[in-house]
């Protein structure tokens, strides 16, 4: 899953700061990361880390703002709504040309600039981490480290599969009960940072929000529309 998570900051570096972390693995953080080792949690860390799973699990639908900071100091913003169980859009606003789409099958990135357009199973991306109806941070990834202190409590995640290095780090805001930011690293120490903000909890969403042009049969992922 975390694999997953880096392979997208790879086309967050090359394509203007699309994707959020979500689709494609691309191996990141250096090779020290190989050598982290799994934190030996305690009760009040084990409480620490299902406040942060309790965020994901307590709401059917979310919508908020994002603001994105690239490698290179870009930065891009836009709107996203989720709606449970499977589907997300992440509106960028201009200049930004990009949009994600997750229908609960299918997650679509779309390149309105040159009119590519990316599929991906949701199955196969860590969509699922946020989008699932039971989210177990503790089964989902290896947990390294839980930090709390200034009122937040700083998670980081690697892979469950140990020849993936890595490190994702979330932050959680204890007063707010929310999750504000989370970030990546890519394997030359790039950092994607992507913080939320402006977060509504519940109502209905239109469901053209989450319509997607589904790939046409053993198509996927780079078709070009």
Known sequence: MLRKLARLAGVVVVGAGIGALFVQPLPFMSQSALAAKDAALQPDQLEQINKVSGF????????????????????????????????????????????????GTWVVIKNKKNKRTDHYPLSSTPLKLVLGHNVDLTREARVLNVAAGDGSIVLTLAAKNRSVPGQLQIVYNEERA????????????????????????????????????????????????
């Not at 994002?66 to 989720?82: C, D």
């Not at 499977?86 to 990009?98: H, M, T, V």
């Open 56 to 103: 994901f699990n307590g709401f059917e639908s979310l919508t908020g703002q994002f603001t994105q900071v690239g490698p290179r100091g870009n930065v891009s913003n836009g709107t996203f709504y989720i709606s449970k169980p499977g589907k997300l859009r992440f509106e960028y606003n201009p200049p930004s040309p990009y949009l994600i789409v997750s229908d």
């Open 178 to 225: 929310a999750v504000e930011q989370w970030a990546i690293v890519d394997g030359e120490g790039r950092r994607t940072t992507i913080s939320l903000s402006e977060l509504k909890v519940g109502g209905e969403h239109d469901a053209s929000l989450f319509k997607v042009k589904r790939p046409r049969t053993g198509r996927a992922k780079g078709d070009n529309r």
